[in-house]
């Protein structure tokens, strides 16, 4: 597999995601990502639950499912007492920051 086949893979998955935004929780969480460097589900679902009333097993499912499923997040542990600490991948960044501010996902210019 290509990596141009991974790339509009992941566009496509991405797309979806967004299109199947009916209140703008997932862009939600999607800027919150933009913003913030890294971040936990914890945190997530502090800043998220200011503007939406969620729960944190519904934040952690979501992250989840971006991470396995988009492929747009990267993960990691300090320890295994500590929690996993999420961020965008920074290919991903202009890719995502496009689709939400022009509400359509196209390939960023090279």
């Known amino acids: 597999m290509t990596i141009e086949s991974i790339r509009s893979k992941i566009i496509r998955r991405l797309q979806r995601f967004i299109e199947l935004d009916v209140n703008g929780l997932r862009s939600h969480i999607?800027?919150?990502?933009?913003?913030?460097?890294?971040?936990?589900?914890?945190?997530?679902h502090a800043a998220i639950t200011v503007k939406y009333e969620i729960s944190r097993s519904a934040i952690a499912s979501m992250v989840g499912y971006i991470y396995s499923k988009i492929g747009v997040l990267r993960s990691h542990k300090e320890s295994y007492k500590t929690p996993i600490i999420y961020s965008l991948k920074e290919e991903y960044v202009d890719l995502i920051r496009n689709a939400l501010e022009s509400g359509n996902i196209a390939q960023p210019a090279a």
């Open 30 to 44: 999607l800027s919150k990502f933009l913003s913030v460097k890294e971040t936990t589900v914890d945190e997530l």
